[in-house]
């Protein structure tokens, strides 16, 4: 009897083991096939970087240093080896059919060779009143995903973005290299670029302008822009501020926040 309980007990053991075998085989083959690619990481950015946001919160606790801006992103067409190709404008929210800022947004993985995970470049436009409210046209009166890649004009910048360490706000985050890139606004040289993707879709930007003498000549000096997607489309009651002094406001932007070519 006592041999063939422990008969018995070596078997039970095996099937214990060879069930624990199989579960843990299954778990990991799970994992594997469920692993993020790095086109996975660029279009979730493409996604996050998509819809219509606000920087409203951020411009009624401090108006001195940022206004309200709406902006507007969305898909305009796909290149051949898959990245995305997003059109880009902010405007003041009272004034969303004039944007002062349009751009194409490249969006892709990182090249393999660097350590990042997505890259984001951004092209200036071939004819920008074309492109003028894009996204808030029907499909049908948008120029054409092919005349979208042919009006994609001069690089700007870039930045590789990285996934964020554990404990931070954001998701990913990343910046245009030391050096930045070309620029002649308002008296720069160079312009830099931060960009940070938070939850819920929000997206921080900082761009910024300097001299020669590394001196900042536009851009915001506190911090980056936050923008938050705005859950109701009414706009009338988003910003308490009467027409004329959003005209003048208008006036006091372009040394400190806007870049034009």
């Known amino acids: 009897m006592a041999s063939e309980s422990k008969g018995w007990s070596r078997a039970a053991r095996g099937v214990v083991i060879k069930a624990l075998v199989l579960t843990g085989g299954a778990l990991l083959l799970k994992r594997l096939t469920k692993s993020t690619t790095r086109w996975d990481h660029a279009r979730f950015v493409a996604n996050s970087l998509s819809g ?94 092919e005349e979208v890649i042919e009006d994609v004009a001069e690089h700007l910048t870039t930045i590789h973005l990285k996934r964020c360490d554990r404990g931070k706000r954001c998701i990913y985050e990343g910046s245009t290299p030391p050096g930045g890139f070309p620029n002649t606004w308002n008296g720069a040289t160079i312009c830099t670029s931060e960009l940070a993707i938070l939850k819920n879709n929000e997206v921080h930007i900082w761009d910024r302008g300097y001299d020669e003498e590394r001196q900042q000549v536009w851009g915001p000096k506190a911090g980056p822009y936050e923008f938050k997607p705005v859950p109701s489309p009414s706009y009338n009651d988003m910003f308490s501020l009467n027409f004329a002094t959003a005209q003048s406001l208008e006036k006091r932007i372009e040394g400190s926040f806007v870049l034009r070519d």
């Open 52 to 145: 219509e946001k606000f920087s409203k919160e951020q411009a009624s606790k401090d108006p001195d240093n940022y206004f309200n801006i709406r902006l507007l992103t969305c898909p305009a067409a796909e290149m051949m080896d898959g990245s995305k190709v997003l059109y880009f404008e902010q405007a003041f929210w009272r004034t969303p059919e004039k944007p002062f800022r349009q751009r194409f947004c490249l969006v892709k993985p990182c090249p393999k060779d660097l350590k990042c995970d997505v890259e984001v470049s951004t092209f200036s436009i071939r004819d920008m009143d074309e492109y003028k409210n894009f996204c808030d046209r029907p499909k049908d009166q948008r120029p054409l995903p």
